[in-house]
């Protein structure tokens, strides 16, 4: 993998922590900025060499054949998996915090 592309994976490892940090602490506003917007992440989509792992990962991961159509286009995409990771990541912001959201 190029050298900018682990550079590119270390700054998503970097978002992903600042994520973290912000689910934790429950600080809405620290999602918003954390939740790889989509940055690195997006950036890293558009490497072929990114893209050629991602469809090695994804590989028969399903045996549901629709679904693994849609897993094997989502490892083609330039864009779609970083709005997937951040959905996913204030989806689980929003489940840690529901009590405190409910009240």
Do not use: C, W
């Not at 970083?82 to 915090?97: C, E, K, L, T, W």
């Amino acid at each position: 993998m190029p050298a900018d592309d682990r550079q590119l994976a270390l700054a998503f490892v970097q978002e992903l922590e600042k994520a973290l940090s912000a689910i934790r602490a429950g600080d809405s506003d620290g999602i918003a900025y954390a939740e790889m917007q989509p940055t690195a992440l997006f950036l890293l989509e558009k490497s072929e060499a990114f893209r050629a792992l991602l469809r090695k990962q994804f590989h028969g991961l399903s045996s549901n054949t629709t679904l693994q159509a849609a897993i094997d286009q989502l490892a083609d995409s330039d864009t779609e998996l970083a709005g997937i990771i951040s959905g996913f990541m204030n989806a689980v912001f929003d489940v840690v915090h529901a009590r405190k959201n409910n009240r």
